[in-house]
């Protein structure tokens, strides 16, 4: 008779919080596309750490996520040979949404154009 109460409440409190153990955040996989080592990619206020040429970084447990085109909305920056490129701007903010669960794959960029050196995101491909 007791294990009908506890079973009762138990299913009472999954239907009140419908999220109740699932997995909550963003995760976040960055390739570094770039052709050359970053070091301390940031996106934002968010610290990614270093990233070799050619490999994978997860990044999860984000709270949130501004996203615009499904990309991130603040552009990347890096070290690189002690220098930082990129900018520490976000694109306009106009039609940008904010997702607070999901998975993301993103390509890690660079764009070089005379004087001109910044790192992009791409989806992942």
Known sequence: MHYRLVYFLFVCICFAYPNLGKAQGVTIKIHNKTGIDLDSVAMGSVYFGSIPNDSMKIISGMT??????????????????????????????????????????????????????????????
Request: net charge positive.
């Open 64 to 125: 949130e996520l501004v996203l615009q085109s499904n990309l991130p909305l603040f552009q990347p920056t890096a070290l690189v040979k002690g220098q930082r490129i990129g900018r520490m701007t976000s694109k306009c903010g106009t039609k940008s949404k904010v997702v607070k669960s999901g998975s993301f794959a993103l390509d890690l960029m660079l764009y070089e154009q005379g004087e001109d050196v910044r790192l992009y995101w791409k989806e992942h491909q």
